[in-house]
């Protein structure tokens, strides 16, 4: 009995080793048709999907499909119809994650609010109206968090600047309120002041921020945009 489940045992094993290397055999045909075909565009991943018998293509940040013959390219979102589930989403959210313990927090400016238990990292824009408006219509009423605030510089020239004399400040914290939420400019910042302005752009080229307000938590994941106070809290509620 023990004898006949060890050669089923090794019999799945050697399954599975099959399979996997009919898969990695079929990926790297695929992957070479598909950058024939498309002009030599680098390929990050190929993945068959456990869906419709179709592969996932990423090239960067972005998600395509297509079939084992590479003949077909579908650009969209895949949804599970029995749960409403956004495959593809979910699939993107998972590749954008980060290691929140990693971030240079030495880069950011802190604050804390009562408890400081939820923690959350902001990269902003000084000139972004998004960034405005959820620091005045959400953050404003969160309680219990400990915010890390990266000013980061994507809209403008002179959001550098306005980054560099709020961060050359006396109180950075305050001159940062002061300026998104009551719209009272910094005092320009004194000499040989320098800011990691050009620090925190890399970094956040490199986790592929592409707007702002981007926000970040503890379990990796991010939210995108000026989400009002019910979305903030239903995702901390996520996070465990």
Known sequence: MKMSKLVLAMASVMLMSCADAQNAKEEAQLRKVLTERLGGVKIDSIIKTQYADLYEIRVGSEIRYTDKTGSIMVAGHIFDLKTSQDLTQARIDDLNKIKFDDLPKELAMKTVKGNGKRVMAIFEDPNCGYCKRFRQNTLANVDNVTV????????????????????CSADRNKAWDDWMLNGKAPAPAPAGCTSPNDKVLALGQKININGTPAIFFADGSRIAGAVDQRTLEAKFATIK
């Open 148 to 167: 890390y605030t990266f000013l980061y510089n994507i809209l403008t020239p002179e959001s550098a600047t306005k980054s560099q004399n709020i961060w």
